[in-house]
């Protein structure tokens, strides 16, 4: 299926969509959406044409017929242990969604105090209007199709609310499962985070396959950290080797907000992750890291951009690569430090191991600074395995297999040493430990 075709398709699935809304179509939230598919009809899906996507082409994704899943099919998607999809160890507030939809049953979230919510946007739909519309794509911009197609589309995907001067000691974890026997299906789920003034939050959300069918999962995440706020954010991406992950994530932060963000990912056909944050007060800080391990033909896109708008903010960024056999990663990280953000400090650094021959990375780290007094850095290293190294270890003992192993894990370790959360460390650590066993 071609672009046009794909195009064609979604804009008469729209008007399906549109006709079973029933009083909801009168409704602001039905305004966006009708300015998305809008907005779609003239963007279309990017190409390689287009300079941030110039080395990442979709035309894989478009070639497969996605159903878009029922809220209705929910039962019948998933029939294994959800047990099998958790943090060992961790207590925490649990949203599950299947193929976009919330599932309650599948959910634990207990009666949270002090007004805190952490639910689905179906709900919020019928239950809170007035917060829906203050922050509902209010943050992200309709940049390419895949943003406007999941606006235009909208009906459910976690909603976190977090009220002034509270902490949420528990962590929540967002856990999307994708995947219905014998069918392709099309995933959108749509997040907002709200967390207010001197709030704290930390949040994980991970994506994993039901079955090995190509399933196709486009989200996009709105963040607003109000002023004083602690936002942690991980995302883990252990999909099947044939699904295709397209997501968005876009913060606004405020004075002295400090954002932190973890994205793993380890499966995958196609992956791209946009994280993008605008330090839109002073004092902020914003903290990227990330680490992506991929082999077979899998090809992994992280795209990021810290938007410095104010004075005395920080920003650093560390994201590392490990790649075998024929994959291939990209990298491509922005920092913009526009005129009055005197005082920024921001750092940016992207490291990559081949283990193969025939594994690629294209990097491209960025600096567009339009302010005199800051301090700013960048830089990328693509190589190989210290052969040296490894031979040091063979002599103590260790097989190769062992040693190229332990060599990695070190390499990724301060990707994971700031985390507080031990059951997570722990869990991130065995996911990154039973990838590399595919690897070596």
């Not at 894989?60 to 047990?83: M, Q, R």
């Not at 060992?88 to 949270?112: C, M, Q, T, W």
Request: aromatic share 10%.
């Amino acid at each position: 299926m071609d672009h046009i075709k794909a195009k064609e398709k979604y804009l008469f699935k729209f008007g399906k969509f549109e006709r079973s809304l029933n009083g909801e179509a009168n409704s602001e939230l039905h305004r966006i959406r009708k300015n998305a598919i809008e907005a779609f009809d003239k963007l279309d899906f990017p190409t390689l044409k287009n300079e941030d996507w110039k080395y990442t082409s979709v035309a894989p994704i478009l070639e497969h017929n996605y159903e878009s899943a029922k809220e209705s099919d929910k039962s019948k998607a998933f029939s294994g242990n959800i047990e099998d999809y958790l943090i060992n160890g961790l207590d925490a507030i649990r949203l599950v969604f299947i193929n976009g939809y919330f599932s309650k049953e599948l959910s634990s979230s207990p009666e949270l105090s002090g007004g805190v919510i952490a639910g689905s946007l179906a709900e919020l739909i019928k239950t809170n209007k007035e917060l829906l519309n203050s922050h509902f794509a209010k943050y992200v911009k309709l940049e390419n199709g895949f943003i406007a197609l999941n606006t235009a589309f909208a009906q459910d995907g976690a909603v976190i609310f977090i009220p002034d001067n509270y902490t949420l000691e528990t962590p929540i974890h967002i856990l999307s499962l994708t995947g219905n026997h014998g069918m392709k299906i099309l995933s959108q789920p749509r997040n907002l985070i709200i967390a207010g003034k001197s709030s704290r939050v930390r949040i994980i959300e991970s994506y994993h396959s039901i079955g090995d069918e190509n399933n196709f999962i486009n989200t996009v995440t709105e963040i607003s950290a109000g002023e004083n706020s602690d936002i942690e954010f991980y995302r883990i991406q252990d999909e099947n080797k044939q699904a295709y992950h397209i997501n968005k994530t876009q913060v606004e932060q405020k004075n002295n907000s400090k954002f932190t963000s973890y994205t793993v990912t380890t499966g995958g056909a196609l992956v791209r992750n946009d994280m993008n944050t605008l330090l839109n007060g002073e004092g902020c800080e914003a903290h990227f890291y990330g680490i992506y391990i991929t082999d077979g033909t899998q090809h992994v896109d992280n795209h990021t951009m810290i938007d410095h708008a104010k004075p005395k903010c920080l920003s650093n960024e560390l994201y590392k690569g490990v790649l075998h056999d024929k994959s291939r990663a990209v990298f491509n990280g922005k920092v913009f430090v526009r005129p009055d953000a005197q005082k920024t400090n921001a750092y940016q650094s992207n490291k990559n191991i081949l283990l193969s021959r025939e594994a690629q990375v294209d990097t491209k780290p960025q600096l567009e600074i339009y302010a005199d007094d800051v301090r700013c850095t960048h830089g990328a290293t693509v190589g190989q395995l210290d052969e040296e190294s490894v031979f040091y270890l063979r002599s103590r003992g260790i097989s190769r297999e062992n040693a190229v192993s332990v060599l990695i894990r070190a390499f990724a370790n301060d990707i994971f040493e700031e985390i507080r959360t031990e059951q997570l460390k722990e869990h991130l650590n065995n996911l990154i430990f039973r990838k590399l066993k595919q690897l070596v």
